[in-house]
T-cell receptor, first 110, second 113 residues
Framework: AQRVTQPEKLLSVFKGAPVELKCNYSYSGSPELFWYVQYSRQRLQLLLR??SRESIKGFTADLNKGETSFHLKKPFAQEEDSAMYYCALRGIQGAQKLVFGQGTRLTINP | NAGVTQTPKFQVLKTGQSMTLQCAQDMNHNSMYWYRQDPGMGLRLIYYSASEGTTDKGEVPNGYNVSRLNKREFSLRLESAAPSQTSVYFCAASGALSSYEQYFGPGTRLTVT
């Protein structure tokens, strides 16, 4: 079974500080991992996917298969990063749907 | 293009009342989804439709029914609303069931008293 766990419901950091949103997953095969973001009064949208290995808005995430984690990181947080973040997983084998974690609400304090 | 639209944006129901949440997409996507979002629970899949003419239960289908009216529209019905169904409901669409990118609507905030 696919399972995504985001252990922190709330995370608060100061502007300019590093931020790390944790995501752990459980899946027996090879997964694809994603981060979705929902800014205030905006729609939930895809932020990044692990396969692309790109940095979006200064955020990066590395898939660690040994630790079954896909933490989202940014070295210097900005106030506009305040949002709800969801980690999501999709199994590669077959036509499998996305499974979302519980979400982490990130607040960047000035 | 509007993407995914949902109506209404807000709704207050009394226990036992029924209502239908509407969702439409203009992206010509095959798959559509209904989620509910609750604090601490994240996004939970209620029902989904892989393609026009098919619907399947998700993680939390009890108390809901859906209709995939055509390729564009996917409605969610609460036959007898309960306070436990107070939530924010999101509709989403994707090219296929296996697509990693889902496009979300703005949400419907439902309160059941």
């Amino acid at each position: 079974a696919q399972r995504v766990t985001q252990p922190e419901k709330l995370l608060s950091v100061f502007k300019g500080a590093p931020v790390e949103l944790k995501c752990n997953y459980s899946y027996s095969g090879s997964p694809e991992l994603f981060w979705y973001v929902q800014y205030s009064r905006q729609r939930l949208q895809l932020l990044l996917r692990h396969i692309s290995r790109e940095s979006i808005k200064g955020f990066t995430a590395d898939l660690n298969k040994g630790e079954t984690s896909f933490h989202l990181k940014k070295p210097f947080a900005q106030e506009e990063d305040s949002a709800m973040y969801y980690c999501a997983l999709r199994g590669i084998q077959g036509a499998q749907k996305l499974v979302f974690g519980q979400g982490t609400r990130l607040t960047i304090n000035p | 293009n509007a993407g995914v639209t949902q109506t209404p944006k807000f709704q207050v129901l009394k226990t036992g009342q029924s209502m239908t949440l509407q969702c439409a997409q203009d992206m010509n996507h095959n798959s559509m989804y209904w989620y509910r979002q609750d604090p601490g629970m994240g996004l939970r899949l209620i029902y989904y439709s892989a393609s026009e003419g098919t619907t399947d239960k998700g993680e939390v289908p009890n108390g809901y029914n859906v209709s995939r009216l055509n390729k564009r529209e996917f409605s969610l019905r609460l036959e007898s609303a309960a306070p436990s169904q107070t939530s924010v409901y999101f509709c989403a669409a994707s090219g296929a069931l296996s697509s990693y990118e889902q496009y979300f609507g703005p949400g419907t905030r439902l309160t059941v008293t």
